[in-house]
Every structure is written in structure tokens, then in C-alpha cells.
């Protein structure tokens, strides 16, 4: 039996692992777009060794089935990832001054030490905690659907939260930091998260990749999925579904054209060769980003006119943005942690030079700084105007005074507007519009952050939950296929 999964990003990749754990009879073959596995946590290497990455990652403490796979493939948590123990640096406008927050080792002890917080008053941190008391009995219960129509804020406001919190950058952080949104996002949303985070807690940690994603984490998942006989075919993009009447009989793929190799497609889709690669299977599941298999319905109008994909052309992303700032001397000293707070579009910053094997005993840099923010509204930016504007941010956090702009070696600002780069997010109303991971075609499965999942936001953890969901549909039906045949010979 063949199965065939579509890009290898978090969901392609936690699909692949889990068919072939379950089921080592099965021929898994994964195609993606390019040659870099990882999708939107890809990073790549620069010709002088240098590491670039999509954006900046951090994976969170109840990521239970991502950490577990990771450790399937053999990565050692405790060399590939830095700890924050539980410390984050969060600079306030209002009073011009940088707070920690510093999360304990249990869900209950983080709400508590969540409300030591400095940068709010008592009477702001007696309304958190009267909003915790009267909210907390439905993120128990599950979070209804019906909370995505509500945002968080107003939500928020609702079960008793101070207005004037909704102003801090503490709160405004609660969507900036998992989705790099500016705007609303859905209480839906961002409530399935803290209830997923409190029912699967393992720590307040937050873990930084030790060096670039696609080396540390997505690669030995790769090489784990070869060691159970899957492969992975590289340069492969589909672009339809070929079926008969209900029934999924095939995909078609076309390869990319050559490209500028120092251009890994952050800014663009590229263009495809004409020929077209029919590959029969039995089961497949589509792991690309929205767009792409918004494409493909597009082309394809019988299968966009069916119900369950009529929201997927409604799906809006934003473009994250990302910018690495090489600097000759050790500028952050005092924050071995993320800092969020700053100016947008690039709200956050952290200094990989302690964290990357390959950057700490390297002289050269004193700092690798890491900004990461979204990048719309902001188009017009030049890199250049980015980079003053980001260190200038910075700079007001103590200890960040020496981010000068003549002490950096290099930077690179990363714009990411090709759709397969772009970033779901989870702005009020837009569960209606995301399918299921089954669909109405028989043996044809979607997966990805976008699709409906157990935690329903978006994140590498959501991703994988997503392609673990989808095997398990690819499983039941070959299962039943075999059944029905083994039924029909008896
Ligand atoms: C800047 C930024 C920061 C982020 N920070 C965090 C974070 O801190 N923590 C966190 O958990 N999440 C974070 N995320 C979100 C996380 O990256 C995504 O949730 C996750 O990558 C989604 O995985 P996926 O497999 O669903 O999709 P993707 O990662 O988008 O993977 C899709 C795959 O499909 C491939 N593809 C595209 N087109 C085709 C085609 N036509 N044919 C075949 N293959 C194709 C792509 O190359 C890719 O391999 C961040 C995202 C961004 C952009």
C-alpha cells in the first residue's frame, strides 16, 4: 500500500514518522517543495557557515508529541535546546522599564508567579486573577467553539480583567509572541492553547533550538523515518489531485525550476516545470501550507465547490518577518532569555551566541541577535531603516545599550510573502473556514497547523498533533479496505 504526504514541514514529517512506526509494511514517500525540510521552522546554512532560519522558534513545555518524536529520532533535548528556566524579559512602554516574569514548576505555581509580575499594579493583578477564577471553569470544560467569534481582549475584559491591562505589552504579547499578529485573535484559540498547556504541563521552560531547525530537529526525523523505510524525495511540488468520481487515485507533481540557491524562497513561490509527474496511491495526505492547496482547488473547480473546503480560500496569513544581526561585541549580557516588548515589527529579540554551539567559542561575534515580528504594515521598511529601527528599540532595555548600529558585522532581514511561507493566524471567525484533516474524498487527508486539530493553534506542536491525526485516518481506512477485501475472498 502507498502513501503518499506532501510536504515536510512539522505535519509531513510527524505523519511520515507515525505511519511507518505503526504500520513498517506501508510505502511512505514524502515530496517537498524544496530541498529544506522544516517548512516555516526551516533554517539553512550560509556559504561561510553562518545559520539562517525562517524565524525564531521556541518550543514550549506541554509540546508533549513533538518533544516525543523528537526524542524517537534520537534528539537529545538537553544538547539540542537552551532553557530559559522560565524567564522572560518584558519591556513596558508605560513605565519605560524592563520586568521579568519568572514561571515555577508546576501550571498552578506559573499563574502564581505569573502574578508577581512587576510591570502591573496590584489592583491589575487582583482583576488577572478574578479573570483566571471566573474563565478558568470553561477552559476546563473544553473551550466551546463559539469563543472563536469573541476576541481575546473582549473576553478577557469580560471575566473581569482590568482594561488597563489589555494595554501592556505583557498582554499584547499573549497573541504577538505564539503567532506574530498584531492585530485580535480568537479567545478560541489562544484559550485551547493555555488549556492544552495546563492539562499537558511538563515545565514553565520555554527550549530555544541549539542551532539551526532543520540541522537539529527536522533532519533526524528524516533520518528516522528512512530507518523505517520511508523516503523522502526532495525538489517535488504538487499540484493536483487526480481521482475517480470520490475516490483519490493519484497526485501530480512538478519540480521547481533552478533558482538562486542563496534565495532558499523566502519572498517567492517559485515558478514549476511544465512536465507533470502523475504518482498513483492508495492514500495521501496534503501537509502544505493553505495556499498551496488553495491552488490546487482553485484548478480544480468540482473539488472546490465542495462544502468542506469552501472556507479554505478565506484563510488569510500574514508575512512573518525575521532579522539576524551579527554583532562584534557582547551586547546583552545581562538577559540570557527572549525580550518581547520592543518596537514593531520585530517585538522580540534573542541573542543566539550562548545557545548556538557554532557561535559560542567563535570570537568574532560578541552577539547573534535573532528579532523576529510580522512584517505587514510595515512593508515599506528598507532593511537598513529595520535594523536602526530594531537596535534603537532595544537599546532602551538595560543591558542592551550596547546595541550600536557600528558594532554589527552583518545582518540579514528575512521577508517571508511566497504563500507556502506565510503564517496562519487565528484572528476571531476563522475557525468556520479551516477543514478537517478527513475529507470527502476518499483517501485523500489533510494536516498542517491550519487544519483542524486537537489544539486548534497554530504551532509546530499543533502541526504535529495534526500529521499524528492524519496517519491515524490513513491507518483506519487501509484497515478497512483490507477488511472489506479479505471479506469479499472469505
Ligand atoms: C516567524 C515564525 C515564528 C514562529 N514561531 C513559532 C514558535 O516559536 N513556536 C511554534 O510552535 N511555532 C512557531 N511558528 C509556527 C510554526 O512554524 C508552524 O506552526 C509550523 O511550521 C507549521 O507546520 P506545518 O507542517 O503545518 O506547515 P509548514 O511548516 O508550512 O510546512 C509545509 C511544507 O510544505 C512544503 N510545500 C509547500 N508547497 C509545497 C508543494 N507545492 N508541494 C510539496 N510541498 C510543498 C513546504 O516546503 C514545507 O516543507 C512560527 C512561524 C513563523 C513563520
Request: aromatic share 8%; proline share 6%; net charge negative.
Amino acid at each position: 500500500m502507498k502513501v503518499v504526504i506532501a510536504g515536510a514541514g512539522p505535519a509531513g514529517l510527524a505523519a511520515a514518522e507515525a505511519l511507518l512506526s505503526e504500520d513498517p509494511t506501508l510505502k511512505v514517500e514524502i515530496r517537498t517543495l524544496g530541498h529544506i525540510v522544516g517548512g516555516r521552522a526551516c533554517s539553512w546554512r550560509l556559504p561561510d557557515g553562518r545559520t539562517e532560519e525562517h524565524g525564531q522558534h521556541v518550543v514550549l513545555g506541554f509540546y508533549a508529541e513533538m518533544r516525543a518524536l523528537l526524542a524517537r529520532s534520537g534528539v537529545d533535548e538537553a544538547t539540542a535546546t537552551f532553557s530559559n528556566r522560565g524567564r522572560l524579559i518584558c519591556w513596558e512602554d508605560r513605565d519605560e522599564a524592563a520586568h521579568t516574569m519568572h514561571f515555577g514548576s508546576s501550571s498552578l505555581r506559573s499563574l502564581a508567579d505569573g502574578l508577581a509580575y512587576s510591570g502591573w499594579t496590584a489592583a491589575e493583578k487582583a482583576g488577572f486573577a478574578e479573570m483566571f477564577v471566573r474563565g478558568m471553569p470553561e477552559v476546563i470544560a473544553g473551550v466551546p467553539e463559539s469563543l472563536d467569534d469573541v476576541c481575546l481582549t473582549a473576553w478577557c475584559l469580560g471575566h473581569g480583567m482590568p482594561a488597563s491591562c489589555a494595554a501592556t505589552n505583557a498582554f499584547r504579547a499573549s497573541r504577538e509572541a505564539q503567532l506574530n499578529w498584531p492585530g485580535e485573535i480568537s479567545a478560541y484559540a489562544q484559550l485551547r492553547a493555555v488549556r492544552a498547556a495546563g492539562r499537558d504541563y511538563a515545565t514553565s521552560e520555554a527550549l530555544f533550538p541549539a542551532g539551526g531547525m532543520s540541522e537539529i530537529f527536522w533532519e533526524p526525523i528524516v533520518a528516522r523515518i528512512e530507518a523505517l523505510g520511508g523516503t523522502l524525495r526532495r525538489w517535488s511540488a504538487v499540484d493536483g489531485v487526480r481521482r475517480d468520481g470520490d475516490t483519490l487515485r493519484g497526485l501530480t507533481f512538478r519540480a521547481p525550476l533552478p533558482h538562486d540557491p542563496a534565495h532558499p524562497w523566502t519572498n517567492i513561490y517559485p515558478p514549476l516545470a511544465a512536465e507533470v509527474e502523475d504518482v498513483p496511491v492508495d492514500a495521501a495526505i496534503l501537509a502544505v501550507p493553505p495556499g498551496v492547496f488553495g491552488g490546487i482547488l482553485a484548478a480544480d473547480p468540482e473539488l472546490a465547490g465542495l462544502a468542506a473546503f469552501a472556507g479554505v480560500p478565506q484563510i488569510t496569513s500574514i508575512a512573518p518577518l525575521g532579522m539576524h544581526v551579527w554583532h562584534k561585541n557582547a551586547v546583552t549580557v545581562r538577559h540570557q532569555t527572549v525580550v518581547f516588548g520592543l518596537l514593531p515589527p520585530l517585538a522580540f529579540v534573542l541573542d543566539n551566541k550562548p545557545i548556538y554551539a557554532q557561535y559560542r567559542d567563535d570570537d568574532r561575534y560578541g552577539a547573534c541577535l535573532h528579532f523576529v515580528g510580522q512584517e505587514s504594515g510595515y512593508e515599506d521598511l528598507t532593511d537598513e531603516e529595520m535594523l536602526v529601527r530594531s537596535l534603537a528599540s532595544a537599546r532602551k532595555v538595560p543591558g542592551f545599550e550596547g546595541m550600536d548600529r557600528e558594532g554589527v558585522l552583518d545582518f540579514k532581514v528575512i521577508r517571508n510573502r511566497a504563500p507556502h511561507k506565510r503564517y496562519f493566524n487565528a484572528e476571531p471567525g476563522s475557525l468556520q473556514f479551516k477543514p478537517h484533516c478527513k475529507t470527502p474524498i476518499e483517501g485523500l487527508f489533510l494536516a498542517g497547523d491550519w487544519v483542524r486539530n486537537e489544539l486548534d493553534f497554530p504551532c509546530m506542536e499543533a502541526a504535529v498533533r495534526s500529521g499524528r491525526q492524519a496517519a491515524r485516518e490513513v491507518l483506519a481506512l487501509l484497515d478497512a479496505r483490507r477488511a472489506t477485501r479479505s471479506g469479499r475472498a472469505a
